[in-house]
């Protein structure tokens, strides 16, 4: 993903790392290309243009997120990077000096490489690396948004690489056969963490009607139920952030009771959440998003807000009727009166402070 995405995963534990080793230089190219985007696919092509103009129009008055850069992260964002093929690599080595020269360059350092997906130039990468982490966050060999060639190549590495990492477990079994025949260790599983917030309102806030829905609004949520949800509680307000990443979006936020703010920042993560009882996690069921793990979760939970969510297997495993509802049909919502201490008891464990230590873990017994 670009750096000044909605911040994720992949810019938290990057950061780590440089704070971690200032000494050092690190490189960050992104993004390179996990989707096939050739333009010698008119089908792909028309969908990129339909997809940019739902987006340009949903999002006119949109602000563009902005994800401060370690101050010893050199960011590359490299020219002909959407391909998948072996062509764009020698495009990118062309059109990209600073991409050339770092894969030219001898190989008389260590070398450590932290990637998130496979294609054709991270391989390049991978193989002038001393130690490589590949972490995935979601089931990419149930996508249907990748090649059959790309899963392919990615389920061939995944099993070489010096660590394999995953914030879900039904991922780790599709990779883990072929890395025990490989002779390599067992992918590990690392959870998706959380930042504890600045300040905390330590009272119930079950009797605010505002629901919350952060994060962007893309192809893993079901907008049937989602907008069933708001038609049955509409003496509640839905306040939704995110980049619209799929037309069906406008099932939602078209909804009176609904406001709509775009994408935000990080830091106004916060005052987002500020008001609202409920976090809502609307995922469609499927083999994909069996694989996938909501950021949000401990995000909602941290700031004190009841979860609904449909029972996709990575939210179902902390359900306790309580701070966390699980119902894959719309229902009329009901809170309940919750002291803060409760909420911070169940996720005292999941910050992302303690991610990094279980990522340094894993790099310690894999390197012994």
Not at 148 to 161: D, I, N, Q
Not at 185 to 213: D, E, H, R, T
């Amino acid at each position: 993903i670009p750096w000044d995405h909605s911040l994720e995963r992949q810019q938290i534990l990057i950061g780590y790392f440089c704070n971690a080793h200032k000494n050092k230089a690190g490189i960050c190219i992104s993004p390179t290309g996990l989707i096939n985007y050739t333009p010698f696919k008119f089908l792909l092509l028309a969908r990129l243009l339909f997809y940019r103009f739902y987006h340009k129009l949903a999002n006119a008055g949109d602000k563009h997120t902005t994800n401060k850069l370690p101050e010893n992260l050199i960011y590359i964002e490299p020219k002909f990077a959407r391909g998948t093929c072996k062509f764009y690599v020698y495009l990118m080595r062309i059109f990209n000096r600073d991409i050339n020269k770092l894969l030219n360059i001898k190989n008389d350092k260590r070398r450590f490489l932290y990637t998130t997906y496979i294609n054709p130039f991270v391989i390049e990468l991978i193989k002038r690396s001393d130690f490589t982490i590949l972490d995935l966050a979601e089931r990419r060999q149930k996508n249907s948004q990748l090649s059959v060639s790309m899963k392919l190549l990615e389920k061939e590495w995944a099993s070489t690489v010096n660590l394999l990492t995953s914030d879900n477990v039904k991922t780790l079994g599709d990779y883990n056969p072929d890395r025990i025949a490989n002779k390599r260790p067992p992918g590990v599983y690392i959870p998706q963490g959380y930042s504890p917030p600045n300040i905390k309102n330590m009272q119930s806030k079950s009797a605010n009607k505002f629901v919350a829905y952060l994060g962007n609004l893309h192809n893993a949520i079901d907008y049937d139920y989602f907008h069933e949800l708001i038609q049955l509680n509409s003496d509640w307000t839905f306040n939704v952030c995110g980049s619209i990443m799929s037309k069906e979006a406008f099932k939602v936020i078209d909804n009176r009771n609904v406001n709509y703010f775009g994408s935000i920042t990080s830091s106004e993560i916060g005052n987002f959440l500020s008001k609202a009882s409920i976090g809502l996690i609307p995922y469609i069921r499927n083999e994909w998003t069996d694989g996938v793990f909501p950021t949000k979760l401990f995000e909602y939970l941290s700031h004190h807000l009841q979860v609904v969510s449909t029972s996709i297997p990575e939210v179902v495993q902390f359900q306790d009727n309580l701070l966390i509802k699980i119902q894959d049909r719309a229902e009329v919502f009901q809170t309940n009166q919750i002291h803060g201490e409760i909420f911070d008891k169940l996720i005292e464990r999941h910050t992302w402070q303690s991610r990094i230590g279980q990522f340094a873990s894993a790099i310690i017994a894999t390197s012994a």
